[in-house]
């Protein structure tokens, strides 16, 4: 209520029961449960506490499940969102960005696998998310981090840089893409930490949502 971000609960580290009761108490306070980091024996303890009468929205990619009561709505807020990723490997934390700005009630566009190896194929979709006229971009990669300083670079719209922990040798586990992204000449672009696709989404939301503020439409 104070930030205008839900609260999420982290499953990792978690034992199953706890974390079922947990699911439970933000049930009966919010009418809404985010859990993220959410592993297979996870899903099962909660699936046997729930409800029956609660919505389950279970994202495998992302790892992350969505628990509604039947009377919980989500209010749109007009606030629009753009997330591309450099390569298939990206999209589970881009998957966990689009959650979080759905559930702050954005409406999100995603553009999957554009990455600097096959350049050509940013451009359509980029141009699409601009005629779409989208508050802020979220731009996922690992390896070398490249795609969010090509983007920022060519658009006048904030940047979100998520680096993941995709890529081996020498500055693996997304080191290369953190620093590439924090060593950016391209302006306009600030970074979360590495596969903090939950991050990146809450404040890319936080962006569209205060800018639909200020243009005073939904």
Do not use: W
Not at 5 to 34: F, H, Q, T, Y
Not at 90 to 107: L, Q, R, S, T, Y
Not at 111 to 128: C, M, N, Q, T, W
């Amino acid at each position: 209520m104070r930030t205008g971000v839900p609260e999420i609960i982290l499953a990792e580290g978690k034992d199953p029961e706890d974390l079922a009761k947990i699911v439970m108490k933000a049930l009966e306070k919010s009418g809404r449960a985010i859990i993220s980091r959410v592993k297979s024996y996870h899903a099962e303890a909660i699936k046997k506490i729930i409800p029956s009468s609660t919505s389950v929205q279970i994202n495998k990619k992302a790892r992350m499940i969505v628990i509604n009561k039947e009377d919980f709505v989500i209010e749109k807020t007009g606030g629009k969102v753009g997330i591309i990723t450099a390569g298939t490997s990206d999209i589970p934390v881009a998957e966990e960005a689009k959650i979080i700005a759905e559930e702050m009630g954005c409406e999100v566009f995603t553009a999957y696998d554009v990455g600097v190896a096959g350049i050509h194929r940013l451009f359509p979709s980029l141009k699409e998310m601009i005629e779409r006229n989208v508050d802020v971009l979220i731009v996922v990669a690992g390896r070398e981090g490249t795609l969010p300083s090509v983007v920022a670079g060519m658009v006048d719209i904030p940047v979100i840089g998520v680096p993941t922990s995709i890529g081996y040798g020498l500055g693996e586990k997304g080191i290369s893409a953190l620093t590439a992204m924090l060593q950016a000449c391209s302006l306009g672009l600030v970074v979360v930490n590495i596969d903090g696709g939950v991050a990146a989404g809450a404040v890319a939301a936080l962006i569209a949502n205060r800018v639909v503020k200020a243009r005073g439409t939904k």
